[in-house]
């Protein structure tokens, strides 16, 4: 089990692979046609009621702050492959089965802060959840913070896919 204190900024295999592919995407394909667009924006004359020019810059804008973001996340960043984990405990890259006090359930996998998507089960390590939820194993029950309330938590499983 990786110490919680020592990651650095993790990101599991699959999740780098995905935001690698997104920064490729937007620096190679998408930044050069709207710089082309702009360009050709400028060149019809008075820039101040071109709405093309206009919201071509805005949408340079948008993706250079979200290539920077990407940028953050992939440098230095410490790649994990959950399929070569295992353990009791819950850790980065682990896929957890939990039940709350309503008796739902949920199975969430603890990724990377880019990464996290809750809607298909993916938290980032730096939740309030996830850090609740560290370090214990299957039966144990956790309490945690969160910006509904709080929550207790059972662990059912643990798993390393």
Excluded at 59 to 67: G, I, T, W
Excluded at 87 to 115: A, H, K, L, Q
């Amino acid at each position: 089990m990786q110490d919680y204190k020592k990651l650095r900024k993790p990101l599991t295999k699959e999740g780098h692979a995905i935001l690698a592919e997104e920064h490729y995407q937007l620096s190679r394909v998408e930044r050069p046609k709207v710089v082309d667009g702009i360009a050709t924006a400028a060149a019809e004359g008075d820039r101040s009621e071109n709405a093309e020019y206009i919201y071509g810059k805005k949408r340079l804008r948008e993706l250079d702050k979200r290539l920077r973001y990407l940028d953050y996340l992939l440098k230095d960043a410490q790649i994990i492959d959950p399929k070569n984990l295992s353990g009791d405990r819950v850790c980065f890259g682990s896929t957890v089965t939990v039940v709350d006090e309503d008796g739902n359930e949920n199975n969430w996998m603890i990724v990377g802060e880019g990464e996290a998507d809750y809607k298909v089960g993916k938290i980032s390590w730096k939740s309030p959840v996830a850090k609740a939820l560290y370090g214990r194993k299957v039966g144990d029950v956790v309490l945690t913070h969160r910006p509904k309330g709080e929550i207790e938590l059972e662990i059912l499983e643990l798993k390393f896919i």
